[in-house]
């Protein structure tokens, strides 16, 4: 957002985070000859941004390194006033850094979640397999019981076919 009131300042003013305080700029013509953050109105060169035909690039002096604006106006900037506002990208940067921080993001809590239901899980997996092994142990003993049982009923079906062939052939039959 770009505002002129009497051709004579531009300045840069945030409206939230901490990215630069005040961008001073003078003209020469048709482009930029010094600009400043947070200096003196008028833009004298104080070091926190250079200067390069139309294209203004903040320095590490300041707290936003890296910006560039391009003046492409034919006008006395000594006097224009420029603010800016965080945009999407920071926003969001913002909301992503509070979804992931270690301690209270909400991917942590959910891990901490799905760690707390593993936890139970593995704990009701661990009962179930006792429980399984105390019936494969009762079913196993039950097995030994019933073949024991059948062995028996095998043995005594033997002996009294052969009590009964033997009281047929003492009758001569």
Do not use: C, W
């Not at 003046?71 to 979804?99: I, Q, R």
């Not at 301690?103 to 006792?130: C, H, K």
């Amino acid at each position: 957002e770009i505002t002129h009131t009497s051709n004579d300042s531009l300045s840069f003013t945030e409206l939230s985070g901490n990215v630069i305080a005040q961008l001073n700029v003078t003209d020469t013509g048709n482009s930029l000859s010094s600009a400043n953050v947070g200096g003196a109105a008028g833009g004298g060169g104080n070091g926190t941004a250079n200067v390069s035909g139309d294209t203004l690039t903040v320095t590490s002096a300041s707290g936003a390194e890296g910006l560039k604006l391009l003046y492409t106006g034919g006008v006395d900037v000594s006097s224009v006033t420029v603010n800016f506002t965080t945009g999407f990208a920071n926003n969001l940067f913002f909301e992503l850094d509070k979804m992931l921080d270690p301690t209270s993001g909400l991917i942590n809590a959910a891990l901490d979640t799905l760690s707390g239901q593993n936890t139970i899980s593995e704990g009701r997996v661990s009962d179930m397999l006792a429980r399984l092994e105390l019936q494969r142990q009762s079913l196993l003993a039950r097995f030994i019981r019933l073949e024991t049982v059948l062995a028996s009923a095998k043995n005594l079906q033997a002996s009294l076919a052969q009590s009964i062939d033997a009281m047929f052939a003492s009758q001569g039959r």
